[in-house]
Structure formats: C-alpha cells, structure tokens
T-cell receptor
Framework: DGGITQSPKYLFRKEGQNVTLSCEQN?????MYWYRQDPGQGLRLIYY???????QKGDIAEGYSVSREKKESFPLTVTSAQKNPTAFYLC?????????????FGPGTRLTVL | DAKTTQPPSMDCAEGRAANLPCNHS???????VYWYRQIHSQGPQYIIH?????ETNEMASLIITEDRKSSTLILPHATLRDTAVYYC??????WGTGNQFYFGTGTSLTVIP
C-alpha cells in the first residue's frame, strides 16, 4: 500500500527540548517537503529536498533542521530555537524533475509545546 | 505574497454542483493551476491541475478562462464528504528553482443536507 506516513500523529514536548518528526514515503519519489500550518491559515514551506543528500530552506526555516540520507525518509527536527513551535506539520513528496509536479501529502503531526 | 484569491466560505446543497472560483490575475504563461482540499486535521488531498485547457477527472472538473486569470473548480454532485477547505494554488517556479506551492487560506465549503 503506497503512500506517505508521518509519526507520531500527536506529539507533546516541553519548552526548550528538541523534537524530531518522522516522514517516510514508499512512492519512489525524489522530492520531499515539510510544511507548517497554524490554525485558520494556509500551509507555509519550511524545507524541501529535491534529491538525497540535498535540501534547501523554504520561507520559514529558522528554528528547524532536516536531513535526507535516504530517498524514503525526510525527518524534521524542531529545535529549541523555534519560538512558536506549536502547529500542525505536514510532509509531502513528489516525483520531481517535472513542471507538472504534483505533491502528495501525509496525514500530519500535531505538535504541542507545553 | 498572495498568488491567488478565493472567497473565504461557500455553502452548497447536497446533490447540487459546487462551483468554487479562484482569481490568479498575475499568473505566468508556464504556471499551472492546482486544486487541493483539506478536511479538518488531515493532510491536503490533490484534486486536479491544469495549464490552459479544461480538465476533468473522477473527482472534479477545472475550467480555466481563456486569459488564464481565473479558474473554477466544479464538484458535479456535492456530498457531505466534500465539506472541506479548498485551496487554489499557482505553482511558482520551474523545477530546480524552488517548485514551491503557495497555499493561501482557501475556501471553506460546507455541503448542506
């Protein structure tokens, strides 16, 4: 069953702690993305990766870090430097390399900082 | 910077067609129009996309005006499960320069029994 999985669905962290959100895809997609969504808002791009071992900052990368060591995985670390980390985090993937590149999304992780 | 403009909310009677408008007056010649929808607390779901011709798939139809400055997503027979926020997105940048999707606040569609 192909798709994108994100875990966990809900995550709680204490202020000042780093936390890593998981994103895995078995669609054989080259490109992967992380978005953040705040209540009543649209999605904002955090980081994206077009290929393994390469990634670029999106519009709101400050306080976040990523790695892309495997094609299937693109974990996002929310560091203590992120001032307002409570949000809904969405991972997406796409084939890559095409102008008609459709992104497919995972179910999301809701992070709450206590 | 907003690339698209959508009404914040719409209602539609169950079984009727839902027509969701979108303005993208600054669209460039090689930019595609995408539509996604998001049911509360879930990931966005891809619906359809197009460049300049009208498109249809099993979920919806996309009508793009000849000047490409606006488009309409049509759900032919709306059901209660179609209640969601619908996003109209213009893809910015060719592959390799960012491939960014700018999601605005979308249109909240409520299908009424």
């Amino acid at each position: 069953d192909g798709g994108i999985t994100q875990s966990p669905k809900y995550l709680f962290r204490k202020e000042g702690q780093n936390v890593t959100l998981s994103c895995e895809q078995n669609l054989n997609h080259d490109a992967m993305y992380w978005y953040r969504q705040d209540p009543g808002q649209g999605l904002r791009l955090i980081y994206y990766s077009q290929i393994v071992n390469d990634f670029q900052k999106g519009d709101i990368a400050e306080g976040y870090s990523v790695s892309r060591e495997k094609k299937e995985s693109f974990p996002l670390t929310v560091t203590s430097a992120q001032k307002n980390p409570t949000a809904f985090y969405l991972c997406a993937s796409s084939i890559g390399g095409e102008d008609t590149d459709t992104q497919y999304f995972g179910p999301g992780t809701r992070l709450t900082v206590l | 910077d907003a690339k698209t403009t959508q009404p914040p909310s719409m209602d539609c009677a169950e079984g009727r067609a839902a027509n969701l408008p979108c303005n993208h007056s600054t669209i460039s010649g090689n930019e595609y129009v995408y539509w996604y929808r998001q049911i509360h607390s879930q990931g966005p779901q891809y619906i359809i996309h197009g460049l300049k011709n009208n498109e249809t798939n099993e979920m919806a139809s996309l009508i793009i005006t000849e000047d490409r400055k606006s488009s309409t997503l049509i759900l032919p027979h709306a059901t209660l499960r179609d209640t969601a926020v619908y996003y109209c997105i213009v893809r910015v940048g060719r592959w390799g320069t960012g491939n960014q999707f700018y999601f605005g606040t979308g249109t909240s569609l409520t299908v009424i029994p």
